[in-house]
């Protein structure tokens, strides 16, 4: 069974940059397309970037051309690279695989704050 564990979130300013990290443990990690997930209090879990077991990459609209998903497969870790955030970013980010089946278990998230 994978495990998750996403790290490197924090407080930052309006305007500033994080790189957060999801590690797995397991051989399987790498032949999944894997995606960055965020809730935001009162909300329901979003999606907003995503990556193939190729490196083919999608953003949502709302984040597109100011995050980055990237992935190292050597080291079972998918990135995040959050530029221009915005205090609408404030939320907890999680990963997880894609699959029309059962995600894998959940990690703690790791929490994201934009505030000024």
């Known amino acids: 069974q994978v495990q998750l564990v996403e790290s490197g979130g924090g407080l930052v300013q309006p305007g500033g940059s994080l790189r957060l990290s999801c590690a797995a443990s397991?051989?399987?990690?790498?032949?999944?397309?894997v995606g960055w997930y965020r809730q935001a209090p009162g909300k329901q879990r979003e999606l907003v970037a995503q990556i193939t077991s190729g490196g083919s990459t999608n953003y949502a609209d709302s984040v597109k051309d100011r995050f980055t998903i990237s992935r190292d497969n050597a080291k079972n870790t998918v990135y995040l690279q959050m530029n221009s955030l915005k205090p609408e970013d404030t939320a907890v980010y999680y990963c997880?695989?894609?699959?029309?089946?059962?995600?894998?278990?959940w990690g703690q998230g790791t929490q994201v704050t934009v505030s000024s």
């Open positions: 397991g051989s399987m990690f790498r032949i999944y397309a």
């Open positions: 997880n695989r894609l699959t029309s089946g059962n995600p894998w278990p």
